[in-house]
């Protein structure tokens, strides 16, 4: 069964800090793919990136960073500089290929970040 | 523009009046989803349906149904909500293909209050 943890119920830091959201995952399947999810405090989902399991290379996207570490099994999250925009919850999440759990996305409990100015 | 809708956004019921919560999508997406998301839990599965007339239970079905007779549509059904089932309801869709591989679409969510 596919499991996915974060450990960070809530993070509080100060505008400018760096801060890392930790997602460990548990699958049998060797092809899978890892998600991560924002949800503002208006409440919609915005999908950020989609990862999939034979790719490993971290990735950058402006003030957002993702590290892969299968061998840890891993797929942490980075702002670089917070702004107050980036409050949010953050969803990490697990789809593996196929089979039974088709499509279904396995969701962390979410961390909740707070940015404070 | 490519969405999924869900209606009501907001909706506060008492025990046991059945509702439905409706959900569309315009992408002609064969595979839609339920998830509720409660703290502390994320999101959790309720039901999929990966195309018309074909559906599944997902992790959490009990006191749920589901059809999927248009393949646009998969209204979420409670025959007779329970205050447990307070919860904020998120609809979801995608394209068949590479299972697990493709983006989900979420509807902005239900936020049901049973009392």
């Known amino acids: 069964a596919q499991k996915v943890t974060q450990a960070q119920t809530e993070i509080s830091v100060v505008e400018k800090e760096d801060v890392t959201l930790d997602c460990v995952y548990e699958t049998r399947d060797t092809t899978y793919y890892l998600f991560w999810y924002k949800q503002p405090p208006s409440g919609e989902l915005v999908f950020l990136i989609r990862?999939?399991?034979?790719?490993?290379q971290n990735e950058i996207s402006g003030r957002y960073s993702w590290n892969f570490q299968k061998s840890t099994s891993s797929f942490n999250f980075t702002i670089t500089a917070s702004q107050v925009v980036d409050s949010a919850v953050y969803f990490c999440a697990l789809s593996e290929a196929g089979g039974t759990s088709y499509g279904k996305l396995t969701f962390g409990q979410g961390t909740i970040l707070t940015v404070h100015p | 523009e490519a969405q999924v809708t869900q209606n009501p956004r907001y909706l506060i019921t008492v025990t046991g009046k059945k509702l439905t919560v409706t959900c569309s999508q315009n992408m002609n997406h064969e595979y839609m989803s339920w998830y509720r998301q409660d703290p502390g839990l994320g999101l959790r599965q309720i039901y999929y349906s990966m195309n018309v007339e074909v559906t599944d239970k997902g992790d959490v079905p009990e006191g749920y149904k589901v059809s999927r007779k248009e393949k646009r549509n998969f209204p979420l059904i409670l025959e007779s909500p329970s205050p447990n089932q307070t919860s904020l309801y998120f609809c979801?869709?995608?394209?068949?293909?590479?299972?697990?591989?493709?983006?989900?679409?979420f509807g902005p969510g239900t936020r049901l209050t049973v009392l």
């Open positions: 979801a869709s995608k394209r068949s293909g590479t299972s697990g591989s493709l983006e989900q679409f």
């Open positions: 990862r999939n399991s034979f790719d490993e």
